[in-house]
């Protein structure tokens, strides 16, 4: 299975996006780069969509996911043969840091945001460790 986690920098368009933790050094660049309009820090949740062709195993799903720790999850499609499962991870995160070439946060505040970012992405990438164990222990 493949998993997407992003922290991302956003204005109706990704600035800066990134699948995994970032360091100090690629946050301050985007952080000091000139834009327009508001400029974001954001960290998403993982997103993850599971299709099966039966209740059965749709319900296996979500087993899994409680067993795993998953907060957010459920049936999202039901029909004759076709069942899609939706799971949300909890770690989320977003505040304007600029507006135009106003800087409305300093770096040291961004820097431990920074810390606690790339630590909310690290438990996304845990959860979906755990996730990932829970469903080969329940569909196996």
Known sequence: LRYKYIIHLHFSFFHRKWHRTINKKELLE??????????????????LHIGTS?????????KAMKEAGVKRGGIILAEEGKYLIELI????LAFPIKNGEE???DETYLETI??????????NYERLE?????????LN
Do not use: C, H, R, Y
């Open 30 to 47: 985007g952080f000091n780069e000139k834009v327009q309009g508001e400029l974001w820090f954001k960290v998403d949740p993982f997103i």
């Open 54 to 62: 039966n209740l059965e195993n749709a319900n296996k799903i979500l």
């Open 89 to 92: 991870g909890t770690e989320t």
């Open 103 to 105: 800087k409305l946060i």
């Open 114 to 123: 920074l810390e606690k970012s790339n630590s909310m992405i690290q438990k």
């Open 130 to 138: 755990k996730l990932e164990k829970a469903f080969k222990n329940i």
